[in-house]
């Protein structure tokens, strides 16, 4: 049996989005609900994929189904394609899975040659329109589908303009258009070689291959990867039929959201230009009207348009994002989708909806995309130094937040100053979809022109990044990297600030703050908590770190590194004398001195958290990294330790490894070291009972030793723990829980777990070392080949910020149900950069496990991440 891989509008509906793709069902279903669409043809995700299989060919069978379809739109329009006096024009557009906006590419007006170009001024009365149109054509498919710039046509356009006088496209007439045309021609034949295509079946075959291409630009790849969207899902191609925005003042195009997406108030938000087609609103090349003026111009036209926007939402039960066109007095929507929105808003939303009886909190919880939080947990502006400044501009506030840095003028800029480090603002004329890895580094973005749905605002808005849009006061110099505001200039050495609540842009640094969890916000993560089933601990290395993890509902610490506690500058010097003392009595005199202030730790560490579990894990890192490489500092640190600089010198080179990430560290330095694990053990057991006594708390500690790949290593170095404990407690004349578990980081300790289970109470997969250690490379050096193996496919994502679930993962369920074989009750938790991520978090909750632990900026998003993957596949309570 024959594939289908073309289905008509009508053949289709919502439910087959992951086959027509998001735009492609919508349209479907839209058309079963009896609205306004302009009638089309999908081609299926199916046939990209076979596509891509088919060595980037459209294959025979698949361009005949395309051409039946075709030969069904024509009877349905009453047009034909490529007609001398009635002929059918089309729109080619991606449309994947999930919404991708501005990734990938798009083609109008499809159908025109010289021919049915006289043929539509003709049956229009319109020549104005008709070349109009032709020029549109001729510059999107010699943009996007052969790859000549877009700038070389935008030049022509200024060209003209400049010579006739005038300032906007819409002032040019029919016979400055009929010249646009003829230059644009000479200007493709000069860049190809040839002719400009005019058979429409060929220039129809030729856009959807454009389209299938598009899957793949390294715009849409970047995209897919920070927005976890997997390569073999590929896109499908809507083909609809063309409806005119841009027949004169009765003729308009528009885009829309349901409720503001800003700040999710339930109002039509919107704008629209007259005159125009769709590209025209979200390419910012002119400042489009607020849609309550059409109310104001044609009431008529506005209650259709409402009605329909409210059957959409009520239909979809979600805040729509729609694009339409009116074409001579008759309203078309062209696509409806669930929309971008910012995180203030998608809570907002979720919440209202719950209040409006739409949706249960359940179906409200998966409302939101758990990164999104991850924007209201990052500055905004310090309010007493917010009253001391002066905007020197205003422009649209199209994504909230507040951001500051110095000035960078292109997405490659932003990338590489962000990469050293720099705090940058991308300020563009206008951004397009080549600019999202420079939009992804920035701190903010800020536009001249465009507006709250041009591309900048909403890709912005996606990422949850600050954006000001349509800031038309700014002048932009990109050869001199300069701007100019009032007359004042501000180069890339210079900071600005921008607020994208308010619009404001100021021409100084202001100083941020962290918002609180409250309002629409605290509402929800409530809804999440009553729902999740998987606990939600941080990694926290201070009592800084663990209060703001418990203000942001962290329950309890994961991940305690006490290294980290080793670098304070109050305390290296003691760590170095332990590290270059020669025998073990030499070694427990600098311990000594570094016992107090590891336990004081532990007490702020114990205090913060009020009672919550903490999980502490031993010195980890190699002895080593303690100590400076650098003559010079050698030199000084010799002095400052009244030994000689050879003697130090030694100890350095002796304690240099060529592989310290699998070097001597972890246990191994409690084997061969006891006395440091002493030391760490009674700080830990006297802090929790110091707390205990003064809080009245009931602290039970968890010491996790890292690194263990064999039950014996891990029982000698219990054994010393177990010692230490008993003699404190013995000391103290006070009886203490607690717990000795382990870091499985090493494929061994998985694949032993049952074994390694006799002597640990608790797992925590320290997933950052587990997958270097399974993959065979480092984390630090994985950055210098790995966008090759993204370039090439081998990999979709970046192992270190995205759980293997496929090798990684299999360790872990291997070693999650060894050690629930042999310790029915053995506590599972994972503490790697994993912990903060959702589909990690979804893969954790489906394994089984207790809790994970992240930083505590991503709390928020893994009690968020928790909740759906319990909604989406529920534990037992």
């Known amino acids: 049996m024959t594939n289908k891989y073309?289905?008509?509008?009508?053949?289709?509906?919502?439910?087959?989005?992951?086959?027509?793709?998001?735009?492609?069902?919508n349209l479907a279903e839209m058309t079963t609900l009896g609205i306004p669409v302009p009638q089309g043809f999908i081609v299926t995700t199916e046939a990209c994929n076979k596509y891509y299989e088919d060595g980037r060919k459209i294959s025979d069978e698949i361009i005949s189904q395309i051409f039946e379809q075709l030969a069904k739109l024509e009877e349905t329009t009453g047009k034909k394609f490529g007609d001398n006096t009635n002929p059918l024009l089309v729109s080619v557009r991606s449309g994947a899975r999930v919404s991708m906006p501005g990734m990938m590419d798009t083609i109008l007006n499809l159908g025109l040659n010289d021919v049915a170009v006289e043929a539509m001024a003709e049956m229009t009365k319109n020549p104005r329109f008709a070349y109009d149109s032709y020029r549109r054509f001729i510059q999107m498919f010699s943009d996007v589908v052969?790859?000549?710039?877009?700038?070389?046509?935008?030049?022509?356009?200024?060209?003209?303009?400049?010579?006739?006088?005038?300032?906007?496209?819409?002032?040019?007439?029919?016979?400055?258009?009929?010249?646009?045309?003829a230059k644009f021609k000479e200007l493709y034949k000069k860049e190809k070689g040839e002719d400009f295509p005019s058979d429409p079946k060929n220039q129809l075959i030729e856009s959807i291959t454009a389209v299938f291409r598009s899957w793949d630009n390294p715009r849409a790849i970047v995209y897919r990867r920070l927005n976890d969207i997997p390569g073999e899902w590929g896109t499908a191609v809507n083909v609809q039929q063309m409806v005119f925005g841009n027949k004169g003042e009765t003729s308009g195009?528009?885009?829309?959201?349901?409720?503001?997406?800003?700040?999710?108030?339930?109002?039509?938000?919107?704008?629209?230009l007259m005159n125009a087609q769709g590209e025209d609103v979200v390419a910012g090349i002119r400042t489009p009207l607020e849609i309550g003026k059409l109310k104001e111009q044609n009431p008529e036209i506005y209650a259709e348009f409402e009605g329909i926007v409210n059957t959409l939402e009520d239909h979809y039960k979600d805040m729509q994002d729609m694009e339409f066109t009116i074409e001579e007095g008759k309203l078309y929507f062209l696509q409806t989708r669930n929309g971008k929105r910012t995180a203030q808003a998608a809570l907002k939303i979720a919440v209202d909806l719950v209040e409006e009886g739409m949706l249960t909190k359940e179906q409200a919880i998966l409302k939101v995309e758990p990164k999104q939080l991850d924007t209201l947990l990052h500055p905004a502006f310090y309010t007493e130094d917010l009253k001391k400044a002066t905007p020197i501009a205003k422009g649209l506030p199209a994504s909230p937040g507040a951001a500051c840095g110095k000035i960078a003028f292109t997405a490659d800029e932003a990338k590489d100053r962000a990469a050293l480090g720099e705090d940058v603002v991308l300020v563009r004329l206008e951004t397009s979809p080549e600019d999202i890895e420079g939009m992804i580094a920035a701190k903010g973005i800020l536009t001249v022109r465009g507006g709250m749905t041009s591309h900048a605002a909403v890709v912005a808005r996606g990422m949850g990044t600050c954006c000001v849009a349509g800031c038309g006061t700014i002048k932009v110099n990109e050869e001199k990297r300069t701007i100019e505001v009032n007359g004042k200039v501000y180069t890339a050495d210079d900071y600005i600030s921008i607020d994208g609540t308010s619009g404001n842009v100021y021409g100084e640094r202001i100083k941020t703050v962290t918002p609180e969890i409250s309002g629409h916000f605290a509402i929800f993560m409530g809804w999440a908590d009553e729902i999740r089933k998987l606990k939600v601990r941080a990694n926290a290395d201070s009592p800084r770190d663990a209060k703001q993890a418990v203000e942001f509902g962290a329950e309890g610490i994961g991940l305690c590194r006490t290294e980290h506690m080793f670098f304070a500058e109050d305390r290296i010097m003691a760590v170095r004398q332990m590290i270059t003392s020669k025998d073990v009595e030499q070694r427990k005199v600098a311990l000594a001195k570094i016992l107090p202030m590891q336990k004081s730790d532990f007490i702020g560490i114990y205090e913060a958290m009020e009672g919550r579990p903490v999980t502490i894990r031993l010195l980890d890192p190699p002895l080593h990294e303690f100590l400076p490489t650098a003559d010079q500092d050698i030199k000084d640190l010799a002095k400052e330790m009244g030994i000689t600089y050879d003697e130090l010198k030694g100890t350095v080179q002796e304690l240099h490894e060529f592989n310290p990430m699998m070097g001597h560290r972890g246990c191994r330095l409690a084997v061969s070291y006891p006395e440091i694990a002493e030391m760490q053990a009674r700080a830990i057991i006297e802090a929790a009972i110091e707390v205990n006594k003064s809080k009245g708390?009931?602290?039970v500690p968890e010491i996790m030793i890292p690194l263990v790949g064999e039950i014996k290593e891990l029982k000698y170095v219990k054994d010393v723990i177990v010692a230490t404990v008993e003699e404190v407690m013995k000391e103290k004349g006070v009886t203490l829980q607690y717990k000795v578990g382990t870091m499985i980081e090493i494929p061994r300790a998985a694949l032993t777990a049952d074994e390694i289970a006799k002597e640990a109470e608790f797992f925590s997969f320290g997933t950052n070392d587990l997958t270097q250690m399974t993959f065979g490379f480092s984390r630090d050096d994985a950055a210098k080949f790995l966008a090759a193996y993204y370039e090439k496919k081998i990999y979709e994502q970046d192992p270190f910020a995205k759980l293997d679930q496929t090798g990684v993962g299999s360790l872990i369920k291997i070693a999650a149900e060894k050690g629930k074989a042999t310790r029915p009750d053995i506590h599972l938790?994972?503490?790697?950069?994993?912990?903060?991520?959702?589909?990690?978090?979804?893969?954790?909750?489906?394994?089984?496990?207790?809790?994970?632990?992240?930083?505590?900026?991503?709390?928020?998003?893994?009690?968020?991440?928790?909740?759906q993957a319990q909604v989406k596949q529920p534990r037992p309570l």
Do not use: Q, W
């Open 253 to 272: 195009t528009g885009v829309a959201f349901s409720r503001n997406p800003a700040n999710g108030d339930k109002a039509i938000y919107g704008e629209y």
């Open 829 to 867: 938790g994972i503490c790697g950069e994993h912990g903060g991520d959702p589909s990690s978090i979804e893969f954790c909750h489906n394994t089984g496990l207790d809790y994970v632990s992240c930083s505590p900026f991503r709390v928020p998003l893994a009690r968020l991440a928790a909740a």
């Open 697 to 699: 708390h009931n602290i």
């Open 146 to 181: 052969m790859g000549i710039e877009k700038r070389l046509f935008e030049n022509k356009i200024d060209e003209l303009k400049e010579k006739k006088g005038v300032e906007f496209d819409t002032d040019l007439t029919a016979e400055d258009l009929k010249e646009l045309v």
């Open 6 to 25: 073309v289905y008509l509008f009508s053949e289709g509906n919502a439910s087959m989005k992951n086959l027509l793709g998001g735009k492609g069902a």
